[in-house]
Nanobody
Framework: QVQLRESGPGLVKPSQTLSLTCTVS??????????WNWIRQPPGKEREWMGA???????FYSPSLKSRTSISRDTSKNQFTLQLSSVTPEDTAVYYC????????????WGQGTQVTVSS
């Protein structure tokens, strides 16, 4: 059973870079035909797909966030990371990592989510 777990700071100051890590257990992130996604849900809003990295290391980004988002991976640690630069309070959300055979929901596996608040 694949399990995902998000980790990172719960509070980030405006203009800083948000950095989150998703640690994967139960299967390699190099598994063929899998996408490793980042999704967020701001309070009172719908979930928003942010981007993904595939089993070959190719990256895909939401057009609306592409200029501020970077996704990378460390295959030796079986982790993939999200960096979101120049954050504002509007980036406050629960951030999830999720995986499956597509960049779109439904995903096969989800992390539990982590709250990130952007505030000075």
């Amino acid at each position: 059973q694949v399990q995902l777990r998000e980790s990172g700071p719960g509070l980030v100051k405006p203009s800083q870079t948000l950095s989150l890590t998703c640690t994967v257990s139960g299967g390699p992130i190099t598994a063929l035909f899998y996408y490793w996604n980042w999704i967020r849900q701001p309070p009172g809003k719908e979930r928003e797909w942010m981007g993904a990295i595939d089993s070959s290391g190719n990256t895909f980004y939401s057009p609306s966030l592409k200029s501020r988002t970077s996704i990378s991976r460390d295959t030796s640690k079986n982790q993939f990371t999200l960096q979101l630069s120049s954050v504002t309070p509007e980036d406050t959300a629960v951030y999830y990592c999720a995986s499956g055979g597509s960049r779109r929901e439904p995903y096969t596996y989800w992390g539990q989510g982590t709250q990130v608040t952007v505030s000075s």
